[in-house]
């Protein structure tokens, strides 16, 4: 079966449509790992604050 120009045209610009949704939900996606990223280096950096208070005040009794 051969595609009409217009049809050939149309399944383009569905494709077209299709590769431009992933590469948005890829910039999504790669926008929510960096947030995540950051929360766990601020979770890290508490927990290292509060194993110091700790130390701290046992150290100091």
Request: aromatic share 2%; glycine share 6%; proline share 0%.
């Amino acid at each position: 079966m051969r595609l009409s120009d217009e049809e050939v045209q149309s399944e383009l610009s569905a494709a077209t449509a299709q590769v431009n949704a992933a590469k948005q939900r890829e910039a999504y996606a790669r926008l929510q790992i960096s947030v995540l990223a950051d929360q766990l280096g601020d979770a890290n950096l508490n927990l290292q604050q509060s194993q110091g208070d700790t130390q701290g005040k046992v150290a100091g009794r």
